[in-house]
C-alpha cells in the first residue's frame, strides 16, 4: 500500500495547490502555507473517521485483534492517500483526468473547507 500512498500524497498536494491557484493565490510562501494546513494528517484522519472508511478496508488479523484504526492518525492518513492514488489510477488507466476524478472524489466527501 505504501507505493500507492505516495502516488495518493502527490497528488493530493497537486490538486491543493491547484486549488488554492485557481482561487487567486500566486504567493509562493501562502501557497505553501495553506498547502501544509489542507493536507495535514488529521485533516485525512477526520474524514476517514467521517466517512467509516475503517469498515471498507480489508485488515489483517493482527490489525483486526489491535484495532489499529484506533491507534491514531497515521494509519488512515496512509490508507486515505492510497485511495487517491487509486482513484487516480485508475482514472488514468481508463483515460480519463485522475487528477480531476480524484479532486471530485474529495469535493464529494467534502473534504475540502470553503475557500
Known amino acids: 500500500m505504501e507505493p500507492i500512498a505516495t502516488l495518493g500524497d502527490a497528488v493530493l498536494d497537486l490538486i491543493v495547490i491547484k ?21 495535514m494528517k488529521m485533516k485525512t484522519f477526520e474524514l476517514a473517521k467521517r466517512i467509516h472508511y475503517h469498515e471498507y478496508i480489508r485488515w489483517g488479523k ?14 488512515f492518513d496512509t490508507c486515505i492517500e492510497a485511495l487517491i492514488g487509486a482513484v487516480f489510477l485508475d482514472a ?24
Open 19 to 39: 486549488r488554492f491557484y485557481k482561487s487567486g493565490e500566486r504567493d509562493e510562501g501562502r501557497l505553501s502555507q495553506n498547502k501544509e494546513q489542507e493536507v
Open 62 to 75: 493482527g490489525e483486526k485483534q489491535g484495532k489499529i484504526w484506533t491507534s491514531g492518525p497515521d494509519t
Open 92 to 115: 488514468q488507466k481508463n483515460k480519463l483526468n485522475g487528477v480531476k476524478c480524484a479532486e471530485e472524489m474529495l469535493v464529494r466527501l467534502h473534504f475540502f473547507k470553503k475557500h
